[in-house]
């Protein structure tokens, strides 16, 4: 459901009905002695309500939940998260047409992007390429422009709930040193690698992994992310939801995402 078109709608639909109040319909019962319909009114006072939700959700945050395990162990299914939208520019609503250049991708970031094969679904993934950048991955391990990533092995890593391991399996966590900020992946070491591929991200895209790297559709798959399809960027989990784990899980709350 694309709720900036609804939204965006819902804005106009409000915003003509109170101009109609104030300027024609007000001032004509007035003349005649009468009060305007109070339906009217009722709707039109929605339309300053309406327009600051789109301009919050459109230019500062939006909220998104985690539907998947592609981004194990940094989010886990049943994250609600908060992305700041103005990261990467701001953009008009529906149109996603950026009017103001504010910021660019990081080596590192967490980014919700529209998914370049089908742009009404919104994906999350980590930014590892930048525009010029080369990449390969190989034997579970990333290189940038001819060189690893650093990584350092933390041991296995145990999922609770939606998140729980597959049965009879071992995911082992890492910390990678990729941004500004170390971060943990997640790798399967008895999965099979994928077939040792390079890639040379074009400029006005980006190279996108999950986490959990052998769970994950990405650039891997798909290739790049057109700047175009840019939404914002993941910053704080505001709610988890799990009944597997009491429903609430307290302490992912106001996590910050990195």
């Known amino acids: 459901m694309d709720f900036a078109l609804i939204l965006t709608v819902l804005a106009l639909a409000t915003g003509v009905l109170w101009a109609l109040q104030r300027f024609w319909l007000v001032p004509r019962a007035r003349r005649a002695g009468k009060e305007a319909p109070h339906w009217i009114e009722s709707i039109a006072s929605l339309f300053p309500i309406i327009v600051l ?9 939006e909220p998104f939940k985690i539907p998947s395990g592609s981004m194990l162990p940094t989010l886990e299914i049943g994250d609600f998260i908060a992305v700041t939208k103005f990261s990467y520019g701001l953009r008009l609503p529906v149109l996603n ?8 991708p990081q080596r590192g970031d967490v980014m919700v ?12 993934k980590r930014v590892v390429g930048l525009p010029g ?3 390969t991955y190989r034997n579970k391990v990333l290189f940038i422009n ?16 939606l998140s729980r391991n597959p049965p009879g399996r071992q995911p082992i966590k890492r910390r990678e ?9 997640m790798i399967f070491p008895d999965q099979p690698d994928r077939e040792t591929r390079t890639w040379t991200v074009p400029e006005g895209h980006f190279f996108v992994l999950g986490d959990n790297r052998d769970q994950s559709l990405d650039s891997r798959h798909w290739n790049f992310v057109p700047e175009d399809n840019l939404v914002g960027r993941a910053w704080r989990i505001w709610m988890h ?6 429903c609430v899980v ?9």
């Open 53 to 61: 939700v789109l301009v919050f959700r459109s230019f500062v945050l």
């Open 97 to 104: 047409h950026r009017i103001l250049a504010v910021g660019e």
């Open 113 to 124: 992007f529209r998914f370049p094969e089908d742009e009404r679904i919104n994906y999350i």
């Open 133 to 135: 950048d080369t990449v």
């Open 146 to 161: 001819g060189e690893p990533v650093e990584q350092e092995m933390i041991g296995p890593w145990v999922g609770e709930g």
């Open 177 to 185: 040193h990729l941004g500004d900020d170390p971060h943990y992946v």
């Open 241 to 246: 939801w799990d009944c597997a784990r009491g």
């Open 250 to 258: 307290w302490r992912r709350i106001g996590a910050k995402i990195h």
